[in-house]
């Protein structure tokens, strides 16, 4: 793992690669203590960041709606670029890239905020994505659900309770409404066609979705009933990292024959046509 990190406020964009245990020094009493902070992650393909402006133009804006000061996108880049370029990384792995406040000042986390921040960028060897994946639904939104906030306690909460249930994913629900999954966007295959719920400010519209709704893939987004997974062909969930993943159950019941369907691999082959890797990765690469 590399580590990339700039310091500054609106003067942000100087920066330099560290070794990762002097990384980790720097980040003592930063945001990271507090959750005051978002985040972006994006897969890396032959050292090429995977529609990198999408990220960054997210990155910024989730980083303005919290009252960070955006870093300027030339700067959000050029980490992004020499963390991929890094050869103690393989050419295809994973960045992270995350803006937090800088050191808080006397009186935090209740008084005088920092108006500098500091810009992490960290690479991480690729896993392999499970082939599918079991679900269960679990009541509660995010909060705040429009940002990619680094306080991710209410996600991790919801995994844990599905894992204990027997399930390896959370789909979150609130008064009736399936929303998204505790760290990725959900599509519901069934006699509507493929659709997935509308980001009406109850949950993140990610990169991957994005970028779905804009191919020739059949998906709209719309209100999507909880109850519409019961008579789904198909659940499928969407992230930047693991691409398409398919859902074979949900609390325990079988989604259509409990296989990937078509409309997964309709997808897949969409952003393949974008320059996604086919194989990501092979496993134990």
């Known amino acids: 793992m590399r580590t990339m990190m700039w310091v500054g406020g609106t003067r942000l964009g100087h920066g330099e690669l560290l070794p990762d245990e002097l990384a980790g020094v720097e980040l003592v009493g930063s945001g990271l203590q507090l959750g005051d902070g978002v985040f972006t992650t994006l897969r890396v393909a032959g050292r090429l960041p995977l529609d990198l402006s999408v990220h960054v133009e997210r990155l910024r804006r989730d980083a303005a709606r919290v009252g960070l000061d955006p870093p300027p996108p030339e700067a959000v880049e050029a980490a992004a670029h020499a963390l991929a370029e890094q050869t103690s990384l393989p050419p295809d792995h994973v960045l992270r890239l995350t803006v937090v406040r800088a050191a808080p000042l006397p009186g935090a986390p209740f008084g005088e905020r920092s108006d500098h921040v ?3 960028g960290v690479g991480m060897p690729a896993v392999a994505p499970p082939a599918t994946l079991r679900a269960a639904v679990v009541l509660g939104a995010r909060r705040p659900a429009e940002v990619k906030s680094i306080s991710w306690a209410w996600s991790a909460s919801a995994t844990a309770e599905a894992r204990d249930r027997g399930a390896d994913v959370a789909l979150l629900v609130e008064d009736g409404q399936l929303l998204e999954a505790a760290a990725a966007n959900v599509v519901v295959v069934g006699p509507d066609g493929a659709v997935t719920p509308t980001a009406d400010g109850r949950l993140l519209s990610g990169t991957t979705r994005a970028t779905l709704l804009d191919a020739d893939v059949g998906l ?19 992230s930047a990292v693991s691409g398409v993943v398919p859902v074979v159950s949900v609390d325990g019941r079988p ?25 990501w990765p092979a496993e134990g690469a």
């Open 255 to 279: 989604v259509g024959d409990s296989t990937p369907g078509p409309w997964a691999s309709t997808a897949r082959a969409a952003l393949e046509a974008r320059g996604w890797p086919a194989d």
């Open 220 to 238: 709209r987004p719309t209100l999507v009933a909880a109850s519409s997974l019961r008579d789904a062909t198909e659940v499928v969930l969407l």
């Open 118 to 120: 500091l810009l992490l």
